[in-house]
């Protein structure tokens, strides 16, 4: 059973919100590596939706969709609060879960595209993978592009940082040439490594994976990404919490380090694994410079969990619309804020 709401149903209930307070600008508000100009100004809206988000301090969650049933709920739930989102996919997503492949995602998405609230981004297109295998990245790149993928992202991590620079550039240069932004990683965000994790406080503490500063600057400079997905607290997935089982625990951000990374870098932040993370340091982190926030384990494990227990597809869909939902409106406070996202024609 699919979940129909917006295709079967008509539009779905829309929630009165007044225009929201606009937040001080961020005072270290960017000028965007961007050197392209779309003729087609939805080609453009992801990159002024991350850049507004910077400016006003607010944040553009991305939500990953490994399962396509997942998306009409999440669609609707974002619609619902007034907001604006990216809906996501990651190669790991239809090569391990069921996303299928990333044409399926974005047919999917033409189901119930609504352009004033959403827009398509193509996450995590790795060079070398978690299996630690290489991967033909730029044919997937151009599989986005010919698609309707409104942002793409390289993920040259596994790579030192000659390697990531090299290949993120090309990247650039390929996404540019079509009027995307592209979204590039320094440092390793743990957890879609095979095999068994530290303990969270030892990654903290150790702040292993961390995306070091000065790299940073040096990488953002010489590639010209749009976006730059760093490594401070977050993680993927599940790691070992205090007691030493596989679970998905409380991450923390450190705020020192992402000031001091955007004030190196000059452009917008991404934060991936951002399921799990203490509220504060969320808010504190978009404050800061994250403009961009990934969530995949949260409504995932809602859907797959419901899906589990009861084998119903609807009442799984449902609570990924509910968890969505809070997610936008409790967690990212974002409820009426889409106009300050996408613009004031929006």
């Not at 910077?54 to 969650?61: A, G």
């Not at 790991?92 to 069921?98: S, T, V």
């Not at 380090?257 to 870098?265: C, F, N, S």
């Not at 504060?280 to 494990?301: F, H, L, M, P, T």
């Amino acid at each position: 059973m699919q979940c129909d709401h917006l295709r079967r149903k008509g539009p779905a209930r829309q929630v009165a919100v007044p225009d929201p307070p606009r937040p001080s600008p961020n005072p270290n508000a960017y000028q965007s590596n961007q050197r392209f100009t779309s003729q087609d100004p939805t080609m453009d809206q992801n990159a002024t939706a991350v850049r507004n988000a910077l400016i006003n301090n607010l944040t553009v969650p991305a939500f990953n969709i490994p399962y396509p049933p997942m998306m009409e709920p999440v669609i609707r739930a974002v619609r619902d609060e007034d907001a604006f989102a990216f809906i996501a996919v990651a190669r790991i997503e239809w090569e391990k879960l069921g996303a299928i492949s990333p044409a399926v995602i974005a047919e999917e998405f033409r189901e119930y595209d609504d352009a004033r609230h959403v827009s398509l981004h193509l996450d995590h297109v790795p060079v070398i993978d978690e299996d630690d295998l290489q991967v033909d990245w730029e044919p997937i790149f151009r599989q986005g592009i010919e698609h309707g993928y409104q942002s793409l992202m390289i993920d040259g991590s596994r790579l030192d940082l000659e390697g990531n620079i090299e290949v993120t550039r090309r990247a650039v240069e390929i996404a540019h040439s079509a009027g995307l932004p592209c979204e590039a990683e320094l440092g390793a965000v743990m957890g879609h490594e095979d095999g068994p994790q530290p303990p969270y406080e030892e990654l903290f503490r150790t702040k292993m994976g961390f995306t070091d500063i000065e790299q940073a600057r040096r990488f953002v400079t010489q590639t010209g990404c749009d976006w730059l997905s760093v490594a401070v607290g977050s993680i993927h997935g599940s790691v070992r919490g205090a007691g030493g089982g596989a679970e998905k625990v409380e991450a923390r951000l450190d705020l020192e380090h992402v000031e001091r990374l955007q004030e190196a870098t000059g452009v917008p932040l991404v934060l991936h694994g951002g399921s799990g993370i203490n509220r504060d340091c969320v808010q504190g982190g978009i404050r800061r410079g994250i403009a961009k926030v990934n969530v995949a384990s949260e409504i995932r494990r809602a859907y797959a969990g419901e899906l589990e227990s009861s084998g119903d597809e609807q009442a799984a869909c449902e609570l990924v619309y509910e968890r969505t939902r809070s997610l936008l409106h409790d967690y990212f406070a974002l409820t009426g804020t889409r106009r300050a996202i996408i613009g004031e024609g929006g």
